[in-house]
């Protein structure tokens, strides 16, 4: 398992967009933007258990995140790891992301209202990031 440095945390922790890259059943990248939590080392994000990023994970867990600063793009930092899926039948993660990027409840983006949530747990086995320290 790998640790999130602070300032991997801090690009984390703030308001930015991250994208989610699974595995397709032939092996081909699918990679989404999505919303992004931290858990201590851990990356959460709330997904549709309808969509194909589900699927892939439920199929194949291993995953790759990149994320960056959009004030400063090229500091950027790409997480590769394995997926733990856990129900959220509340929606509870969804909610607390989209106070966090909207101010306000869920206001449906994924096609469906109120469609059902799974929890996706990131545990990181490589961080890799931009800047010259690294």
Same mark, same amino acid.
């Given at each position: 398992?790998?640790?999130l440095g602070?300032?991997?945390?801090?690009l984390?922790?703030?308001?930015n967009?991250?994208?989610?890259s699974?595995?397709?059943p032939?092996?081909?990248?699918?990679?989404t933007?999505?919303w992004?939590?931290?858990?201590?080392d851990?990356?959460?994000?709330?997904?549709?258990?309808?969509r194909?990023k589900?699927a892939?994970l439920?199929?194949?867990?291993?995953v790759?995140?990149v994320?960056?600063?959009p004030?400063?793009?090229?500091?950027s930092?790409?997480?590769?790891?394995?997926?733990?899926?856990?129900d959220?039948?509340?929606?509870r993660?969804?909610?607390a992301l989209?106070?966090?990027?909207?101010g306000?409840?869920?206001p449906?983006?994924?096609g469906v209202?109120?469609?059902?949530?799974?929890?996706a747990?990131?545990?990181a086995?490589?961080v890799?990031? &931009?800047w010259?320290? &690294?």
């Amino acid at each position: 398992m790998a640790r999130l440095g602070n300032e991997v945390r801090t690009l984390f922790d703030d308001e930015n967009f991250a994208v989610l890259s699974t595995l397709e059943p032939d092996g081909a990248p699918h990679s989404t933007v999505v919303w992004v939590m931290r858990d201590g080392d851990d990356l959460l994000f709330a997904l549709p258990r309808s969509r194909r990023k589900t699927a892939n994970l439920y199929r194949d867990p291993r995953v790759s995140v990149v994320i960056f600063d959009p004030a400063g793009p090229y500091e950027s930092v790409q997480v590769q790891g394995t997926a733990t899926l856990e129900d959220d039948p509340e929606g509870r993660l969804i909610d607390a992301l989209s106070h966090t990027y909207t101010g306000g409840p869920y206001p449906g983006f994924a096609g469906v209202r109120h469609p059902q949530w799974v929890v996706a747990r990131i545990t990181a086995d490589k961080v890799t990031t &931009s800047w010259p320290d &690294s």
